[in-house]
């Protein structure tokens, strides 16, 4: 039962977007859905991010990422991830299982069901039982198949303005465009409809409440089959108004914290992450005053940076980037990662890389059979948008034929960049299992995104992963490995203080601190390829004359009497180094 104020705080939200009069018709319908909300055995948890630590790792996956014949995906992917990545992967997101027509789920046809060949709500509810489970929510758009939309289409009145009209003869030059195909799509003689991301992906018009509480009650019915995470994709883009950029508006940070606001009163623990792949200002921007938005935001720059970083030998746009992150609140944390199902997105990047090392990424991914994907820019000419490649492949030097044990070497050496980091990491199963891009499925499909999304057969994977020296297991081998490092160590905690220790230019050092005591961990990593000596002091300095253990080799070393640091560094070596007492 909610209480008074409890409901003053919802009124409030809808009145901030709609105004008091269809606010007040609103509430009771929306409070008759909260209190026929039944939530899922593990939703109620705790609050905010407690309970959330060091030992936390998500993997990104779709649910037929792994597949065999006769089997739903859902049960040979459970199957798999607890033959191989347990206990070291603790949560798990689940790209869109939905009926869908396009965009490999995210045009999503049916937001109550589950695919039929991939599952049922039962066998997500198995998942849960075994992981922090993250589901993605479709917001901003569904299918043009959806019964939303062919009920709107039909001029059903219980969908009466569920969707975007466009004119075209309206002047919508200042709109942010994330793609190239047409904002408007012919839908009906005379009537066109909005269509951010394709013309099969129709934008719902949240100006009209209704949306609101059908999009809430979906999110409710996730958290009731076991989600504990909320992945809010595309978001950036929920409300538009002719004449502005359509981006960020207020009244789309309104919805992100009404939704906060939802959780917080009926599903406490329950954590909102943002997806929104734009420049970092406007990225974290969603993590609102610190306790009102998003309890994690996507770090977007961070892969677009890493990658750079090792093409270069140069971590200096990297570093600068990291000695100004911080969050507003210990509430609030970044979802780290490197590799993704849409592969590398740029917009980040834009302020923080110049232009010209943007042009040398887009040509190394080009010639690691990787490609470019662009979206229009304000002069209506194409940009850069994003690199579609595995992460791995986009790390290639391009044109050379590398021994496998530079190529894993380098490959993880990018994984301890965004393993040091504060935050709570997200590996994308391609990453966890050391694919390569997908020439063949772009060829077949037309579709420069399929190339790291390839499914994978679990009889040729399991076998494959069984050969210890073969390109798969050392990857996952030497992943899991650095993650069970992680999650040993308290100074991994997304909580512990972060800082960047200046070593030159071809080498990524972070210094983690507990925030409520316990050694800090010095973490350094080369990018250069070439075996040198790292000499730097941290910011927290360390006693001359304590001690420095390596935590993944073993190896000890001494600080300086100054606090400097100097230990040597193998070819795309990784050092985090854990101080001791000085020993008497």
Known sequence: MLS?????????HLSRLYGDDLAAATLPRLLSLLEDFRPGPRALSGADLEGVDQTDVVLSCYADHVVENGR??????????????????????????????SDDGFAVADHTEVDAELGGWDDVARLAADFRLMLDAVVNHTSA????????????????????????????????????SPLLTPVSPGRWAWTTFSADQVDLNYANPEVLLHVTGMLLQYVAHGARILRL????????????????????????RFWRSVLD???????????????????????????????????????????????SGDVGPLGSWVSGLGTPSYRTTFLNFLGSHDGIGL???????????????????????????????????PVPYELNSVYLDALRRPGVDEPVD????????????????????????HSLLGSRNWAEGVARTGRARVVNRQRLTRGELERDLADPTGLRRRVLDGLLGMIAVRAATPAFHPEAAQSWVPGGSGYFAVQRTPRRGGS???????????????????????????????????????????????????????RWLAASPIRR
Not at 4 to 12: G, H, K, M
Not at 406 to 429: I, Q
Request: glycine share 8%.
């Open 406 to 429: 530079v190529v894993v070497d380098r490959f993880l050496a990018a994984h301890s960049v965004m393993l040091a980091l504060a935050g709570v990491p997200l590996l994308y199963l």
């Open 145 to 180: 198949s959806h019964p939303w939309f062919t009920g709107w289409l039909a001029g059903d009145p219980g969908y009466r303005d569920f969707y975007l009209e466009g004119d075209p003869a309206t002047d919508l030059a200042s709109v942010t465009r994330p793609r190239t």
């Open 233 to 256: 994709d595309a978001v950036a883009f929920l409300w538009k108004r002719v004449g502005t950029s359509c981006m960020h508006l207020p009244e789309t940070h309104e919805i992100v």
């Open 72 to 101: 739903p995906g859902l049960a040979t992917l459970r199957d798999f991830l607890a033959a191989w990545v347990r206990p070291e992967i603790t949560g798990l997101h689940l790209l869109p299982l939905h009926p869908s027509t």
């Open 520 to 574: 800090s961990v010095v973490c350094v990593t080369d990018v250069t390829g070439r075996p040198r000596r790292f000499r730097g002091r941290p910011t927290d300095q360390l006693p001359g004359g304590s001690r420095l253990t390596d935590l993944r080799g073993g190896n000890e070393y001494a600080v300086e009497a100054d606090g400097t640091i100097d230990v040597p560094v193998p070819a795309y070596g990784v």
């Open 265 to 311: 009163l009926v599903a406490p623990g329950t954590l909102v992450v943002t997806e929104t792949n734009v420049p970092h200002a406007e990225n974290v921007s969603y993590f609102g005053s610190g306790n009102d938005e998003a309890h994690l935001v996507y770090q977007f720059a961070l892969p677009p940076l890493t990658l750079a970083a090792f093409h």
């Open 4 to 12: 008074e104020s409890d409901v003053s705080r919802l009124r409030a």
């Open 347 to 381: 917009r980040a990047a834009e302020g923080l890389l110049p232009a010209s090392d943007v042009e040398a990424l887009c040509a190394a991914v080009a010639a690691n059979d990787g490609l470019v994907s662009h979206r229009q820019g304000p002069d209506g000419e």
